[in-house]
């Protein structure tokens, strides 16, 4: 069985309270950072545990902590992203929903560290429960004193609010998510200035995932140095997965980074397998933005060797053979899943979602979504298959957020991975509309890498 | 003294000062190097960054650290470093990316030139005729919109808008309250003022000045003339509220718009009144300066006043280059 550091207690009846999260050890952290530790050495435990933003791109979070700017005279602010709108991923409400005041716990010991008397938790319109959750539980844990002003005595100051954004997938993306919460359309700003100089009112800022905070409980707990121990190189820690899609279990897990891809589908400790007695055919390994690939790339890398549940084992062979891990939003598809139609989809999804600031994904994503459309339909024609690609090209690294890109990637890597499917909607479009084009070669095991040797 | 650096744009070198932005750093060259620049305008603060026409590639970050960015920058939002190296017109992944974008412009722009007010000083007219692919490769309907009045001396035609929001900016400039904005999100997105509300500001018709295609026009000119044939001239009048520095559009005799007066780059050296917009329309209001000189890649200044010359974009569409002919005869026969 897998370390569970965030999920531990997940199962004991009344872990959402105060009482009981406490009696579980809860807000031990709180304790151990105020009475023992400088903010500095919060910090400098974070850096150690080596902890990777849970939020989508991965960024360690301790140096990210360390280049927030400390202008005498000026707030600093914590924020805490608790948008999760990627579609596939689900972990944060689930955590916020269930064990609330480990997320409370964090954020009080992060702010400690980042020297945040405000804070903040921004969380995803949609979600009214989980924010009444938090508002009980942050009144909670001030009337137990672990809020408020002179927190254990220590002279910290902490005040806790939650923000419910508006619903807009876009208002997750750091920049935007502090206009939104300034009172403001939620526009992604135009970096430079970044948030740890000039974030939110002006002030520096550090915004930072659910998991992301919350993990910084067992760091403080056990130390950085045991947090690294747990996973693989630069991945340390435990993840949160949300796994969905034709799944026998889908559902949040909690892993321990380096669990291979293989053994997270198929054993009994997580997903159980593929549904219906059904063969696999593709996963989006971190939420829809990231590459699609198929099972044999999934499974192994282009080298033979097993994938791992690692941000570098992910991402291994690069845009050509490898994915990301994203937020961890790991959706499998069976071979009765139509590809064409999923891209499409999640085109829609992007189109949808786009602000509407910057041409290229303004304009690009409802060119792809229509495309797609007309694809997945019977009305497509060969050339539009590389006009995606040229249309993704185009977007591509020109915009002004990663929107952009996350709408690019999904369609340049589904018709990398699964040309011949697109192909078949076009030469095939009554049949198309009839049945799906099935798992085709898309298991079949990899060619063995020819050693390239110069002539 | 405040500092200087150092920069380098297509291999042309400047000295200006610490905190330039590589657009105007490459203004201050002038010439073939200089971006386009369709969202960004140098007296509207916050602006920029949007419409990615001007985007570069800095192939070496500065003296001290002389990587290359990974990705093409906005150029108009992108300082200079002491040291740093752009490419311009002499990259052809900034040409590619250049190409791309106008084309992503054209998607949901009508292509209207026959008829639209701008034609001949818009530009995105200019742009798509500069850097633009031959034809479109967009099969699909374009999203249109009724035109709306915002007040009785502006209109909004927000099928030509290209959300450059200068105008938004502009309002927030000019107004303390939020009256002006963007609703809704994507290409779904349009401007909007309360209720059509007209915004209620003297200087509000600078609006219009600022938006680089057709979509906020003058109500009180409007299908009178095309540009081409009106004859811009500089004039000025002491004005309580403005600096009363103007550019009067003559058809003949008859003042038939007034502007503020335009640079190269279809930035305004000041806003003016609507006092001086809309109501001075006799040269007894006026001082007369001597002709306005045009910018010289401007449709107008390319001496197409007495010519047909169909806009570039119009070229290669048989329909559009009919209606186009068809005005033509119709405006020179008056
Ligand atoms: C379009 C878009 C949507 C995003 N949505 C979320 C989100 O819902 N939750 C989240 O934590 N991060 C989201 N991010 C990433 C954030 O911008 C930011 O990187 C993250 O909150 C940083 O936290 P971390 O370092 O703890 O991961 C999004 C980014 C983009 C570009
Ligand atoms: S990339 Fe898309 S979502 Fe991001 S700022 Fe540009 S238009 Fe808005
Ligand atoms: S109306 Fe004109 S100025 Fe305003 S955003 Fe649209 S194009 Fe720009
Ligand atoms: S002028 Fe720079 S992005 Fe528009």
């Known amino acids: ?455 | 003294m405040s500092e200087k650096v150092k920069v380098t744009i297509d291999g042309i070198t400047i000295d200006v000062e610490a905190g330039t932005t590589i657009l105007t750093a490459a203004r201050q060259i002038g010439g073939d190097i200089v971006p386009p620049a369709m969202c960004y305008y140098s007296k509207l603060q916050g602006s920029g960054g949007k419409c990615r026409t001007c985007l570069v590639k800095v192939s070496k970050g500065s003296e001290k650290d002389p990587r290359p960015m990974p990705k093409l920058v906005a150029s108009c939002r992108t300082t200079v470093m002491d040291g740093m190296e752009v490419q311009n017109i002499t990259s052809p992944e900034v040409i590619e990316a250049r190409k791309g974008v106008v084309e992503m412009l054209l998607i949901n722009h009508p292509l209207d030139c026959p008829v639209c007010d701008q034609a001949g000083e818009c530009h995105l007219q200019d742009l798509s005729y500069e850097h633009g692919s031959e034809a479109t490769r967009y099969e699909f309907e374009r999203r249109t919109f009724d035109r709306i009045d915002i007040g009785d001396k502006v209109q909004l035609h927000m099928t030509r808008c290209i959300l450059c929001y200068r105008c938004v900016y502009t309002a927030d400039q000019i107004t303390e309250n939020r009256v002006h904005g963007v609703l809704g999100r994507g290409d779904a997105a349009e401007i909007s003022t309360y209720i059509e509300k007209a915004i209620e500001n003297e200087f509000s018709g600078n609006v219009i000045d600022v938006c680089p295609v057709g979509a906020l026009t003058d109500k009180t000119f409007r299908f009178k003339n095309r540009v081409w044939f009106t004859k811009p001239v500089d004039a000025h009048r002491d004005c309580p509220t403005c600096s009363g520095k103007v550019t009067l559009w003559y058809k003949g005799e008859d003042v038939i718009r007034v502007t503020a007066r335009k640079d190269e780059y279809g930035e305004v050296e000041e806003f003016i009144c609507n006092t001086c917009r809309f109501d001075k329309k006799k040269t007894d209001d006026w001082v007369i300066e001597g002709p306005r000189k045009i910018a010289n890649h401007s449709v107008i200044s390319a001496n197409h006043y007495e010519q047909l010359m169909p806009p570039p974009v119009l070229r290669t569409n048989p329909a559009l280059r009919e209606a186009n002919k068809e005005q033509f005869e119709r405006t020179t026969k008056l």
């Not at chain 1, 064990?99 to 716990?105: A, F, G, K, S």
């Not at chain 1, 008397?117 to 508002?135: A, D, K």
């Not at chain 1, 026998?248 to 892993?255: A, D, F, L, Q």
Request: charged letters at 20%; a negative charge.
């Open chain 1, 1 to 455: 069985m897998g370390r569970k550091l965030l999920l531990e207690h997940i199962n004991v009846p009344g872990i959402n309270t105060f009482e009981v999260y406490r009696q579980k050890g809860g807000y031990r952290a709180v304790e151990k950072a105020l009475k023992s530790l400088s903010p500095e050495d919060v910090v400098e435990e974070v850096k150690k545990s080596g902890l990777r933003g849970r939020g989508g791109a991965g960024f360690p979070t301790g140096m990210k902590w360390s280049f927030l700017a400390k202008p005498e005279g000026k707030p600093r602010y914590l924020v805490c992203n608790g948008d999760e709108s990627e579609p596939g991923t689900f972990k944060d409400r689930y955590l916020m929903t269930h064990i609330p005041h480990l997320l409370i716990e964090g954020m009080i010991v992060s702010s400690y560290a980042l020297g945040a008397n405000t804070s903040y938790i921004y969380v995803r319109g949609e979600m009214m429960p989980q924010i009444r959750i938090l508002e009980k539980a942050i009144a909670e844990a001030k009337n137990a004193g672990f809020l408020g002003k002179n927190i254990l005595g220590s002279g910290f100051d902490l005040e806790l609010y939650v923000q419910p954004g508006g619903g807009a997938y876009i208002c997750g993306e750091e920049t935007a998510l502090i206009e939104s919460l300034e009172g403001k359309r939620g526009n992604p700003r135009i970096k430079p200035p970044f948030p740890a100089i000039s974030g939110l009112y002006n002030c520096p800022t550090v915004v930072n995932n659910v998991e992301s905070i919350a993990a910084t409980v067992p760091i403080i707990n056990d130390g950085g140095e045991e947090y690294a121990k747990i996973g693989i190189g630069r991945s340390t820690g435990t993840k949160l997965i949300s796994a969905s899609g034709n799944l026998n279990r889908p559902g949040v897990y909690e892993i321990e980074l380096g669990v291979p891809v293989e053994e997270f589908i198929y054993s009994e400790e997580y997903c159980g397998g593929i549904a219906n007695g059904k063969r696999l055919k593709a996963v989006v390994a971190g939420g829809s933005s990231v590459p699609i690939l198929p099972t044999n790339l999934i499974l192994k890398t282009v080298n033979g060797e097993s994938r791992l549940m690692t941000y570098e084992s992910l991402a291994d062979g690069g845009f050509a053979s490898g994915t990301m891990l994203g937020s961890g939003g790991f959706i499998a598809y069976d071979e009765d899943q139509c590809i064409v139609r999923n891209t499409w989809n999640f085109s829609r999804f992007y189109h949808h979602e786009s602000c509407g600031q910057c041409s290229p994904c303004r304009e690009g994503t409802g060119w792809m979504e229509k495309v797609l459309h007309r694809l997945e339909y019977g009305h497509g024609k060969l050339s539009d298959i590389d006009l995606l690609v040229d249309v993704s090209k185009k977007i591509e690294g020109n915009t002004i957020c990663p929107l952009g890109d996350a709408a690019a990637w999904p369609v340049a890597s589904a018709i990398r991975h699964f040309r011949d499917e697109f192909e078949w909607h076009v030469t095939n479009p009554q049949e198309a509309m009839t049945r799906n084009y099935g798992l085709a070669h898309y298991a079949d095991p990899l060619p063995k890498v020819e050693p390239v040797t110069a002539s």
